[in-house]
């Protein structure tokens, strides 16, 4: 009976996405987005050049973590320096993509590669606070749990790309 009642409530929760997903469209906002020619493809370049910062800055830190790269400079100040690089193109992240969901609801909030995105960006912002901690107060060797999380860090930013992408190919619930 359980089984039962979580599928109906499953299917409760879908009803309620699409009924939103299809609010949603109609607003003033989602129609100027859709009509305004080449609106949707500058947003999307914004938000991808966005994630590819966050990537490289990332990318930069876990080598300085590891040891790999940048070792001239003081690994609290270089931290600071990609940490704050990361934290505004979250920001620009976090406004092009509600402007891409706004636009496209119905590809969006229906669609489970774009759950498994958000679920490894929350788990990337976590690493990232907890990395960030670290680089400023550990010496210049951070320990080995920090270098793993800054390689864990990278997977999940390339998980995200992947699955960004996925939206696109993958079929709505």
Do not use: C, D
């Not at 901690?133 to 080995?144: H, W």
């Not at 995200?160 to 996925?166: D, S």
Request: glycine share 6%; hydrophobic share 60%.
């Amino acid at each position: 009976m359980p089984h039962l009642l979580n599928r109906q409530t499953s299917g409760e929760h879908l009803e309620t996405l699409y009924a939103f997903s299809a609010w949603l469209a109609g607003t003033g906002m989602s129609l100027f987005i859709q009509t305004t020619t080449g609106l949707i493809a500058i947003i999307q370049t914004i938000h991808i050049a966005a994630l590819a910062t966050v990537a490289v800055s990332a990318l930069l830190l876990s080598l300085r973590l590891a040891g790999r790269g940048f070792t001239s400079e003081p690994l609290a100040r270089l931290a600071q320096r990609f940490v704050k690089t990361i934290w505004v193109m979250l920001v620009l992240l976090l406004v092009t993509g509600l402007l891409l969901i706004i636009a496209e609801p119905a590809r969006t909030i229906t669609n489970p590669a774009f759950y498994w995105k958000m679920a490894m960006l929350a788990a990337v912002v976590v690493i990232t606070v907890w990395l960030s901690r670290v680089a400023r107060r550990e010496a210049e060797r951070p320990s080995p749990a920090a270098v793993a999380a800054g390689v864990i860090a990278l997977l999940l930013w390339a998980g995200i790309m992947i699955a960004g992408r996925l939206i696109a190919y993958t079929e709505s619930l």
